[in-house]
T-cell receptor
Framework: GAVVSQHPSWVICKSGTSVKIECRSLDFQATTMFWYRQFPKQSLMLMATSNEGSKATYEQGVEKDKFLINHASLTLSTLTVTSAHPEDSSFYIC??????????FGPGTRLTVT | AQTVTQSQPEMSVQEAETVTLSCTYDTSESDYYLFWYKQPPSRQMILVIRQEAYKQQNATENRFSVNFQKAAKSFSLKISDSQLGDAAMYFCAPPGTASKLTFGTGTRLQVTL
């Protein structure tokens, strides 16, 4: 099956710094990637949709200047949390969609902001 | 906006027994796919089963099957011969627009001996 990787799996950063999370589709080309956020014991909340070569589309309430998304190639999307604060601590999950319909999920990145 | 309702926050089933997880949704799409995902403690989202809305036949994947009622917008998951490894959070995901998924609040399934 299709594999999606995320790096890093766990990151701790200090308040005010920025952190980048990478999402890669390893064995297929993903025209569309999605970024989700998941708080403990809650469901996944879609943050943004990322299309290769174009600007990301953000969901209502998600600050696009804080969560910068870049989808520079068909296999890589990055999420940069800028000027991170403790309330940004969460579990971030990406998924990649193949040309059909199915989304394949990465293993997630745990972000802790101190 | 898409709405998804998983009315069972927690379910428990004995090993080897059968359990059904419910999901209802609302969508304006006419042709779509629906998915059930499981999220074990590792937090890796794993596709359990998918259903194509235009197909009348309910999808089946080994011990997992769905009861899809398109008119009622109901999409329940049946797990037969439950195993300890089935313990996880289960999320129903009907379609949103532009291929986006909208996840329900999830059902935590416990499997007991």
């Amino acid at each position: 099956g299709a594999v999606v990787s995320q790096h890093p799996s766990w990151v701790i950063c200090k308040s005010g710094t920025s952190v980048k999370i990478e999402c890669r589709s390893l064995d297929f080309q993903a025209t569309t990637m999605f970024w989700y956020r998941q708080f403990p014991k809650q469901s996944l909340m879609l943050m943004a949709t990322s299309n290769e070569g174009s600007k990301a589309t953000y969901e209502q309430g998600v600050e696009k200047d804080k969560f910068l998304i870049n989808h520079a190639s068909l296999t890589l999307s990055t999420l940069t949390v800028t000027s991170a604060h403790p309330e940004d601590s969460s579990f971030y999950i990406c998924s990649a969609k193949d040309r059909l319909y199915e989304q394949y999920f990465g293993p997630g990145t745990r972000l802790t902001v101190t | 906006a898409q709405t998804v309702t998983q009315s069972q926050p927690e379910m428990s089933v004995q090993e080897a027994e059968t359990v059904t997880l419910s999901c209802t949704y609302d969508t304006s799409e006419s042709d779509y796919y629906l998915f059930w995902y499981k999220q074990p403690p590792s937090r890796q989202m794993i596709l359990v089963i998918r259903q194509e809305a235009y197909k009348q036949q309910n999808a089946t994947e080994n011990r997992f099957s769905v009861n899809f009622q398109k008119a009622a917008k109901s999409f329940s998951l049946k797990i037969s011969d439950s195993q300890l490894g089935d313990a996880a959070m289960y999320f129903c995901a009907p379609p949103g627009t532009a291929s986006k998924l909208t996840f329900g609040t999830g059902t935590r399934l416990q499997v007991t001996l």
